[in-house]
């Protein structure tokens, strides 16, 4: 039997209906804004969704274009063995954590899991925006880099899961040398008694991009402390020491010696020149392997870790972690954590083909012999520290560092780093 609507009814309905088109209208801004307009095109993988479509997904947040194809593979793989999509979404790099926690505290599209530098951790977990690792059973130092556990780590606790790293190391052209130096005083010996044929042939004995960080701070890194072993301890801060002070001596003078222009050698030119023959000794970061490879000088060449300075200053090379945070506001925590752990364990094995960056899972074993040196050159690094109060502490060391190069008091320069 058909029913009337009275008065007071049909004023419910058309309250309901202008509350939901107001909610549509907030729902298009708010994605509007969070994308930067529909110009802007950030959000590029995956789709903001409603609560009841994310009971069979996990959303997992990212900045860096680098995990477009991994997290695409991965999510193909996730679907078909465990029923639930990653909903990988691409969002702003400026102020990541910030909308990370706007977005926890609205309730509205909050991502279960999101990818970031593990210098970033310290922030991370002060704003209660983590939610620990406690499988011991996977992620120990027997599977994974030393490195990586440390990345992942913050006053004791794993905060996160371990992707993939970058890195520094050393490639020589066995065309012109079969001895791996184990010192940069083997490359100085090896400078001073080159023949003719070589002479004619080579431009540079030794070349790096002397602008970048993560080519420079080896020569530091021996006896640079800030952070202690996981970066999280404000008590550890060493900038001025006498060894410190004698590398950096040393750095300043391979400058004299092979005079690289900080001003005109990138790390594209190194690559390049290094394909080419022209250069003996190159420093290069994780992807200068497949780089080299696609090049079109075949040239041949050796990987070694990067050298000490001599028999009594060492070396220790930068490395960058990029981690996996599962969001303790996550609307499927169980499911979340599973997935950060299939990202950095079962999906280890293609990290390097579709990112360019090695896994930080150590018992991976490539065919590529190069890729495993860089593997041990990983386990000899060290991350960046976490600590807030470090600011942008890369940026400031960077600068430092191209002083020094340039001729600037050491002792001054490294003092600045203090302030």
């Known amino acids: ?58 959303t997992v947040w990212y900045y860096n274009d680098e995990f477009t194809p991994f997290l695409d593979a991965a999510n193909v793989i996730y679907e078909k063995e465990c029923g639930i999509k990653l909903n990988c979404i691409k969002v702003k790099e400026e102020n990541y954590l910030e909308s990370v926690n706007e977005h926890n505290i609205s309730g509205i599209d909050i991502p279960d899991i999101y990818i970031m530098n593990s210098s970033m951790l310290e922030k991370a977990v002060l704003a209660g925006l983590t939610e620990e690792n406690t499988n011991d059973d ?40 079969q001895n791996p130096p184990a010192t940069f005083d083997d490359i100085i010996n090896f400078s001073n008694s080159v023949d003719e044929t070589i ?41 001025t020491n006498d060894k410190l002070i004698q590398s950096m001596a040393y750095y300043h003078n391979l400058n004299q010696i092979f005079s690289i222009d900080i001003n005109s050698e990138t790390y594209d030119d190194v690559i390049t020149r290094f394909s080419q023959g022209k250069v003996v000794y190159a420093i290069l970061k994780t992807d200068g392997i497949k780089r080299l490879e696609e090049a079109e000088g075949q040239v041949g060449y050796n990987t070694v870790v990067l050298p000490d300075l001599n028999g009594e200053l060492t070396t220790r090379a930068l490395s960058v972690t990029n981690v996996a945070v599962v969001n303790p506001y996550a609307d499927n925590g169980d499911k979340a954590e599973n997935a950060a752990e299939f990202l950095s364990y079962d999906m280890a094995n293609i990290m390097y083909e579709s990112t360019g960056k090695l896994s930080a899972k150590k018992d991976i074993e490539y065919e590529n012999s190069h890729l495993n040196v860089i593997l041990n050159q990983y386990d000899k690094s060290v991350n960046l520290p976490k600590l807030m109060e470090a600011g942008d502490f890369g940026a400031k060391l960077e600068s430092v560092l191209n002083q020094i190069w340039q001729g600037a008091d050491i002792q001054q320069s490294l003092s600045s780093l203090e302030r």
């Not at 993939?164 to 066995?174: E, I, M, P, W």
């Open 138 to 177: 996977i992620f120990n130092d027997n599977v994974y880099s030393d490195t990586a556990i440390s990345a992942v780590t913050y006053k004791g606790r794993k905060q996160a899961y371990p992707l993939n790293f970058d890195t520094s190391f050393l490639v020589y052209n066995t065309a012109y040398t």
């Open 1 to 58: 039997m058909h029913m009337g609507i009275n008065k007071r009814e049909a004023s419910g309905i058309l309250a309901a209906i202008i509350l939901m088109l107001i909610m549509g209208i907030l729902t298009v801004l708010f994605t509007n804004w969070l994308t930067g307009g529909t110009d802007d095109k950030t959000m590029t993988q995956g789709v903001m969704t409603s609560s009841e479509v994310k009971k069979n997904e996990v």
């Open 199 to 239: 002479s004619g042939l080579v431009e540079n004995i030794l070349l790096w991009d002397v602008k970048g960080l993560m080519y420079n701070y080896g020569f530091a890194g021996g006896y640079l402390e800030y952070g202690g072993k996981n970066g999280d301890d404000v008590s550890v801060k060493s900038f």
